[in-house]
């Protein structure tokens, strides 16, 4: 297995390929982006039109769903550019599409044993994050979606916006990760990446990279509460501490 995976979420979408529990009314387009074999985890898009259902039928893993671009709402509640919702495995949940919608469907294929079966979301202007207060120790400014504390499953999403030239050193992480750049320019190596790069990371996995010339927004998923360590020095970095100390617990509506 590919310790670490670079993939195009911009590669264009086919009606016949599935997502498992979806249907869709009219088929819309639907992309595989990562499925890497042995990573726990896999990133799609879907392309959604104007007024397509998408209907969430018990999946069999936990799936959080971001919006990218455009609008879905679900239980007459609109999500946004930059709201997400958690379908977990059993739970079921009708989305129709407000506008021309661009999602991130991230999946989680080993549950953590959680019962599961619920549906919960938050819309963007609640999710909490530290823009224009951060602390001058800290990387960049970040935002919480989900925090890994749903007492039915274990999912975590975050998001983080670096400056022009920031450095992330060499570091590892205590689970697999999905990284997707939603804007702006990932420097990986001698690679420079723009905007729509999904990058796939497996837990113990050592990497760094750098903000290119106009900075970079980047979502991360991960399925459990992470634990960062530096690659020198094996400090520690309990991610759910750090992240909620910043920004405060993502309050999550249920469907």
């Known amino acids: 297995m590919a310790k670490i995976t670079v993939a195009d ?15 869709a009314e009219p088929p819309v387009p639907v992309s595989t982006v990562i499925e890497t074999g042995g990573l726990s985890l896999r990133l799609h898009q879907i392309a959604s039109p104007p007024g397509a259902r998408l209907c969430w039928s018990p999946p069999v893993a936990d799936l959080c769903i971001y919006v990218v671009s455009g609008a879905v709402e679900l239980d007459g509640n609109r999500l ?27 999946e989680n294929m080993a549950p953590s044993g959680k019962a ?9 202007e609640r999710v909490p994050d530290n823009r224009g207060k951060v602390p001058d120790t800290d990387l960049a400014a970040s935002a919480l979606m989900a925090d890994a504390s749903c007492d ?6 975050h998001a983080n916006w670096f400056p022009e030239g920031m ?3 060499l570091h590892y992480h205590s689970e697999d990760e999905i990284i997707l750049v939603t804007r702006g320019e990932i420097i990986l190596g001698n690679r420079k990446l723009g905007a729509g790069t999904a990058v796939s990371v497996a837990k113990n996995a050592t990497y760094t990279f750098t903000a290119g ?8 998923f991960r399925a459990g509460s992470p634990v960062a360590i530096q690659a020198k020095t094996k400090h520690q970095i309990d991610e759910a501490g750090f992240f909620l100390s910043r ?9």
């Open 9 to 23: 979420f911009n590669q264009q979408g086919s009606t016949t390929a599935r997502i498992d529990g979806l249907s």
């Open 167 to 169: 450095t992330v050193g």
């Open 80 to 106: 946004g550019a930059g709201g997400c919702a958690v379908v977990e495995h059993g739970g079921k949940v009708t989305m129709t599409a407000a506008d021309e919608a661009r999602l991130a469907v991230f």
């Open 152 to 157: 039915s499953c274990d999912l975590w999403l």
């Open 116 to 124: 599961g079966g619920t549906v919960h979301f938050i819309p963007a």
């Open 247 to 255: 920004c405060g617990h993502p309050e999550h509506s249920y469907v």
């Open 213 to 220: 010339a106009s900075g970079m927004d980047m979502i991360n």
